[in-house]
């Protein structure tokens, strides 16, 4: 189960922190992902990370202003966004993958719930 937190409403150049928990004693095993899912579009990829954290991938929008980590001792994969936009404004999904980090919603194998993220302008 992974249990995503933290997002909220933020004026634009502002910044978040958004909190997925995992309940398993195996969350070392899995590559980790963030989504984000605006009304009305696509599920779209944000950001990825390797099992132990060595490898990190972003989309192209969010490069140089969002950064994601984990912390395997507590569960845990963060996604810090700075420099918000209204672009942004999304709900946000972490997603853990059994393989490789990959930017391909199906390929994961397990979701969290959501969090919303919205960006005034």
């Known amino acids: 189960q992974l249990q995503a937190s933290g997002g909220g409403l933020v004026q634009a150049g502002g910044s978040l922190r958004l909190s997925c928990k995992a309940s398993?004693?195996?969350?070392?095993?899995?590559?980790m992902g963030w989504f984000g899912q605006a009304p009305g579009k696509e599920r779209e990829f944000v950001a990825a990370?390797?099992?132990?954290?060595?490898?990190?991938y972003y989309a192209d929008s969010v490069k140089g202003r969002f950064t994601i980590s984990r912390v395997n001792a507590i569960n845990t994969v963060y996604l810090r966004m700075n420099s918000l936009k209204p672009d942004d404004t999304a709900v946000y999904y972490c997603?853990?993958?059994?393989?490789?980090?990959?930017?391909?919603?199906?390929?994961?194998?397990?979701w969290g719930q959501g969090t919303q993220v919205t960006v005034s302008s």
């Open positions: 997603a853990a993958d059994q393989g490789v980090p990959v930017t391909i919603p199906s390929d994961y194998d397990y």
């Open positions: 990370i390797s099992w132990g954290g060595g490898s990190t």
């Open positions: 398993t004693r195996t969350f070392s095993n899995y590559a």
